[in-house]
């Protein structure tokens, strides 16, 4: 079946470095990627859908400036996480959607995020 | 906007027993799609089930079904003979087929099942 790919699975940085977590579709071609954000105990909140050779579309109350997102092929999705801060903490979750209307939506592993 | 409820944080079960997780949403359109995901801890998301809206018949994958009720917009998960595998946090998330909510997956806020010998 379709492999969405997430690297790194965990990652630990320092406040107001930046961090880029790579989201790719492995045996298939996404026009579109969706980064979630998922804090503990809670559901995955979709924060931007990344459109390939476009600029990403952000929910409401997602910082673009903060949350770079860059789909630069048809299989790979990137989100850097700009000047981290602890509140930037969370596990981050990609997925990836083939090509039709009825298809599914395949997601990568996740990505623990700590920032001391 | 639509919008995704989950009425039952916890819900418990006994090993080869039935369950059912609640899950209600609220929308304005008439086609798009439900879905029952499982995260296990590995954190993980699994596709459990899905239901096309336009369907009357419910959704069946082996151990799981559902009791989809369009009208009272109620998409229930059951799951059979219950096995320890199944303990996770059971999401239910819906995606709509209009443009612009058409890919977005709109999700509950999720229930957390446990299994107990």
Redesign the interface.
Known sequence: GAVVSQHPSRVICKSGTSVKIECRSLDFQATTMFWYRQFPKQSLMLMATSNEGSKATYEQGVEKDKFLINHASLTLSTLTVTSAHPEDSSFYICSAREAGPNSPLHFGNGTRLTVT | AQTVTQSQPEMSVQEAETVTLSCTYDTSESDYYLFWYKQPP????I?VI?Q?AYKQQNATENRFSVNFQKAAKSFSLKISDSQLGDAAMY?CAYRG?NTGT?????????TRLQVTL
């Open positions: 590995s954190r993980q998301m596709l899905r096309e999401f087929q058409a890919s977005k997956l709109t999700f509950g806020t999720g």
